[in-house]
């Protein structure tokens, strides 16, 4: 079992930052891949970025490339994501998410944080 909590939302003003953090808990040894995702009302979760725990590869989705970056600190188990120039369409409840053992999927999910882009 691993267990995720997310901190660092909030509220901001357009093009301003916001830092998200996740911090891991329980089998870290066996987390191979972390990512974050959002959802607004309405619409399906989605994908925003995700990292490989073995080698620091990175992915995005298009609309955050540039924009938003995805580090990890292996010996804290936590994963940031960094969101710079932040957007209204950026708004959502961020969800944290890890893969254990290269299974394939996500199986443990965060609580989500909310983050609000006001224009």
């Known amino acids: 079992q691993v267990q995720l909590v997310e901190s660092g939302g909030g509220l901001v003003q357009v093009g301003g930052s916001l830092r998200l953090s996740c911090a891991a808990s329980g089998h870290t040894l066996t987390i191979s891949r972390m990512g974050w995702f959002r959802e607004v009302p309405g619409k399906d979760r989605e994908f925003v970025a995700r990292i490989l725990w073995r080698d620091g590869s990175t992915d995005y989705t298009n609309s955050v490339k540039g924009r938003f970056t995805i580090s990890g600190d292996n010996a804290k188990n936590t994963v940031y994501m960094q969101m710079n120039s932040l957007k209204p369409e950026d708004t959502g409840v961020y969800y944290c998410?890890?893969?254990?053992?290269?299974?394939?999927?996500?199986?443990?999910w965060g609580q989500g944080t909310q983050v609000t882009v006001s224009s």
């Open positions: 998410a890890a893969e254990v053992a290269h299974s394939g999927s996500y199986e443990y």
